[in-house]
């Protein structure tokens, strides 16, 4: 029987099952900036104030010790080594390092350390919208088509380390057991569904703040300026890089962007700045020869999240 891609499952017994996706009049969530720590203002350009970037004109947390071995991005587990289209940086490399990683808004990025089923390890990133609930890509919660024994379905177990700076982890590491994502992404491993979400034992989001999010027109996208941080497998580990651009093209269910990224940074939040509000319109997961993309934030991509936010 046909089914509607954007259902909501968990890894969780029945009775912990996600709410029912209910259409919403609005089409905002506020963004919180926590409370511990400075907020950073934006430049009034779309950007972040991030010293030496130039757009380019084209509960308490656990005690846990940073890793330091260079582990697989979690994109990998689903699609193999490297992954068809590998998350790319273009021409130049315009990404810059941030280490004031206790400022709101960089506390909001997560890195993610990830124990598949088969006890594999790899690395993503997620990012905090709600005081307990984290959006990433589906591929970073559900694993598909791996080809490996007991590999495939919902991670074991991820380490959450909100503001993650090197060896550094300021809000130390959050195990999470608790994940969703939807059908389109679980049962077709459609590209187009491929968003989830990690929902966090604490409210560790009431410290460290979190982004807003929503849903544009095709037109406003294209006006607006992309801005994504996140954790690169090709850079020291567990270090967090920011980079911003223009939107290139959008499509139904997608936003493509000429945005340096690379493999580990598959679930940042691409994301808008407003009246410095920062809000997140699209999910990073893939990587292309000329541009990389983002799940778009649709009506029903937003109205998930609300109730897994919830």
């Given amino acids: 029987?046909?089914?509607?891609?954007?259902?909501?499952?968990?890894?969780?017994?029945?009775?912990?099952?996600?709410?029912?996706?209910?259409?919403?009049?609005?089409v905002l969530q506020p963004p919180s900036q926590g409370t511990q720590g400075d907020t950073q203002h934006a430049t009034g350009e779309g950007l972040e104030h991030v010293e030496g970037y130039r757009r380019p004109e084209h509960f308490a947390p656990e005690a846990w010790t940073a890793p330091t071995a260079v582990l697989p991005d979690i994109g990998e587990a689903s699609y193999g080594p490297p992954p068809p289209a590998p998350e790319t940086v273009h021409g130049p490399d315009d990404r810059v390092q941030i280490t004031n990683t206790t400022v709101y808004p960089w506390r909001v990025h997560c890195y993610l350390l990830i124990t598949a089923r088969d006890n594999?390890?790899?690395q993503g990133t997620g990012w905090l919208l709600g005081p307990h609930t984290l959006a990433t890509a589906g591929h970073c919660v559900y694993i598909k088509g791996s080809g490996v024994a007991g590999r495939d379905g919902w991670?074991?177990?991820i380490q959450v380390m909100p503001g993650r700076n090197g060896g550094s982890l300021p809000y130390g590491s959050i195990t999470c057991t608790s994940f969703r994502s939807v059908l389109g992404w679980t049962?077709?491993?459609?590209?187009?569904?491929?968003?989830?979400?990690?929902?966090?034992?604490?409210?560790?989001?009431?410290?460290t703040g979190w982004f807003g999010f929503g849903v544009w027109s095709d037109s406003d996208l294209l006006k607006t300026t992309g801005n994504i941080a996140g954790?690169?497998?090709?850079?020291?580990?567990?270090?967090?890089?920011?980079?911003a651009r223009g939107?290139?093209?959008?499509?139904?269910?997608?936003v493509y962007y000429d945005i340096d990224t690379a493999g580990g940074q598959s679930g940042s939040s691409v994301y808008r700045i407003d009246n410095n509000n920062r809000y997140g319109f699209?999910?990073?997961?893939?990587?292309?020869?000329?541009?990389?993309?983002?799940?778009?934030?649709t009506t029903?991509?937003?109205?998930?999240?609300?109730?897994?936010?919830a």
């Fill in 231 to 243: 954790y690169p497998g090709d850079k020291p580990p567990g270090t967090l890089w920011y980079a």
């Fill in 155 to 157: 991670v074991k177990s």
């Fill in 1 to 26: 029987m046909p089914h509607d891609p954007h259902t909501a499952v968990t890894n969780e017994p029945d009775e912990a099952a996600v709410a029912p996706v209910v259409e919403q009049e609005t």
């Fill in 120 to 122: 594999a390890r790899y």
């Fill in 300 to 309: 029903p991509v937003f109205n998930n999240y609300v109730a897994w936010k």
């Fill in 187 to 207: 049962q077709d491993g459609d590209e187009n569904f491929d968003y989830g979400a990690i929902i966090a034992p604490s409210d560790i989001g009431s410290t």
């Fill in 282 to 297: 699209a999910i990073h997961a893939y990587g292309g020869a000329r541009v990389n993309s983002g799940t778009r934030f």
């Fill in 247 to 254: 939107i290139d093209s959008v499509a139904a269910r997608k």
